[in-house]
Structure formats: C-alpha cells, structure tokens
C-alpha cells in the first residue's frame, strides 16, 4: 500500500477522498507534474517545481504553498514510501465549488495531491529500441500546460495498444511536434536535432536536461522544425520522458529506422544522462 499527501495529510492511498465537485474531475481543471526518483532522491526537482508554479500562474490558481513547502512534501511522500526508485504523481486543482460552473470562482481552496508509484522500468543503455506510429496532432493550443485533460493522449495510447507500439509521434502541417506522452529528437549525419519550444509542444524536464547535456558533450543540438520527411530520414530517433528517460526508436510507421546493431549516439547520450542522474543525487 502506498502513502500519499492530500490537503494537509499523509494517508494510507485507499482512505484518500476528494469531492465529486472538484473542478479537476468536472472540468480538468487542474496542473500536474511526474518525477522521477532514483536511491529515493528527486531528479531535477527544482525544474519540476519551477514548471508547475509557471503552470498554476499561467491559469491562476493560487497557491499558498511555497517553493520549499512542495519540495519537503515531495521527500515525505518519497521517504514514507518503500520503493527506492518511484515515480511521483502530483497533481494541483483548482478545488472543490459547490455549483458547477465554467468560472471559476475566487475563493476556491485548491486540491493539493502528491502520490508515489514504484518506478516499472529503470533507464537502461542496453534498453530494447521501441515501434511507434506517427498520427496527426489533433490537441488544443496550449500543449506547453501540463494540464490534467489528457483525452487526446489517451485516445492516442489507445491507438498505440491496439497496433501494439510504444507511443505515437504527432505532427502538424508537415512539421512533427511531440509524442503523445514524450519530446522527440532525432540524429543525421551526427547532427541532433528536436522540435522548439515554439511547435505547441510540452517543456520536458528530460527534453531540457538532454539538450543541456548535449551542449556540453562532443556532439551538437539544435531546437529547429523537422519534416516529416526528416524524421524518416533520420539515423536515430529518440523519445524522452520522465518515466521512461531516453529510448531509441527502431521503427515508425513500419519502416525501420536504426539497424539495432551498429554503434549509435544514442549510447554516448544515454551514458552522459546516467551521469546526471549519479550527480543530481548527490546535490
Ligand atoms: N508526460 N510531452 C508530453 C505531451 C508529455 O506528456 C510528457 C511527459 C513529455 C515529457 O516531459 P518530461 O520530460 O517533463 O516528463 C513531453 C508524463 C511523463 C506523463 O504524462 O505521465
């Protein structure tokens, strides 16, 4: 049984109650963060904590917390747990209001939620390539919101289940944006690349840490638009996230990518972000 925080408690997961009335599950009107956790210590917490408040700012919903108040409820939630690699859930709402209405009302006390998972699968360099599909981006503008309202990730992880791939890539006019749960790079003729802040995409923590470690390896980055095109002419793909780290991808659309033999970067990148995960441990 896992421990969770709620509005104030520390609770076994199964007595956590919140109202049906909470705008977060009538309206989706709520900010969420995942975290990784190796040996129980956050990776890059500070870039988590700072995305989330941007986030909360960005649709008004006041918090009482401070910056350092989240941080120590996180390693709470961290220490009263088990796992020594887990991955933290925390999701802010804008709270419970009687009356069910578009607007927002000003007093509203939001709903502070931090939960733990053990980690499924540790980040590994010998990691099994993955399959992925490529689909047209059908979601809203504002992808950069780390909001609750996932429909169109899960109408698209639904497809991926079916056709029994990892995770589809999404583009707009020809050019690619995200994954449906993950940022993507991709690697020609030694040259990585991945799409700007500017393609309505989410700012990833992984997808910041990798370009920062990149910058300062022997290889070189770029935030640029790539085609569709691009990407099937790429040597390598990669997707990353929080949960899953960086995972190559072998396949999209059915058309092979990487040969799983020959020596890719991917493998000097993924060594540089297990290093950063030995060093953040240690701050
Ligand atoms: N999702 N893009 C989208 C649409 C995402 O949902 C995610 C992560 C990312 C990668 O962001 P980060 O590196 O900060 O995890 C990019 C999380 C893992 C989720 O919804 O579970």
């Known amino acids: 049984m896992s421990i969770c925080y709620l509005n104030g408690d520390y609770l076994n997961i199964e007595e956590a109650r919140i109202s049906p009335l909470d705008r977060g599950f009538i309206f989706g009107d709520a900010i969420y963060e995942v975290i990784a956790c190796y040996d129980k210590k956050p990776f890059k917490l500070k870039l988590h904590i700072e995305r989330l408040l941007k986030n909360l700012e960005s649709i008004k919903i006041d918090l009482e917390l401070s910056n350092s108040n989240l941080s120590d409820i996180i390693n709470q939630v961290i220490n009263k747990n088990n796992s020594v690699n887990q991955v933290i859930y925390l999701q802010i709402s804008r709270g419970p209001e009687a009356i069910r209405d578009h ?113 300062k390896s022997e290889y070189g980055i770029t935030e640029v638009d790539i085609s569709i095109d691009e990407l099937f002419d790429s040597d390598e793909v990669w997707i990353s996230n929080t949960t899953k780290g960086v995972v190559p991808v072998f396949k999209i659309d059915n058309q092979i990518i990487l040969n799983k033999q020959e020596k890719f970067i991917f493998k000097d990148i993924f060594k540089l972000f297990m290093t950063e995960i030995q060093s953040d441990k240690s701050q």
């Not at 053990?118 to 993955?130: F, L, S, T, W």
């Not at 996932?150 to 791939?165: D, G, H, R, T």
């Not at 991709?186 to 840490?209: F, Y």
Request: proline share 6%; hydrophobic share 40%; net charge neutral.
């Open 103 to 215: 607007t927002p009302q000003d007093n509203s006390t939001p709903t502070i939620f931090v939960s733990s998972f053990p980690m499924k699968v540790i980040p590994k360099i010998d990691i099994e390539p993955v399959e992925v599909i490529m689909q047209d981006d059908f979601r809203w503008r504002k992808s950069s919101i780390k909001a609750t309202s996932l429909l169109a990730s899960v109408i698209y992880k639904m497809e991926a289940k079916e056709k029994n791939v990892s995770e589809v890539i999404l583009h707009e006019k020809g050019l690619i944006t995200e994954g449906s749960v993950s940022n993507i790079f991709c690697v020609k003729d030694k040259i990585i690349k991945t799409p700007s802040l500017e393609a309505n995409i989410l700012p990833g923590v992984t997808r910041k840490t990798l370009i920062e470690i990149i910058q």
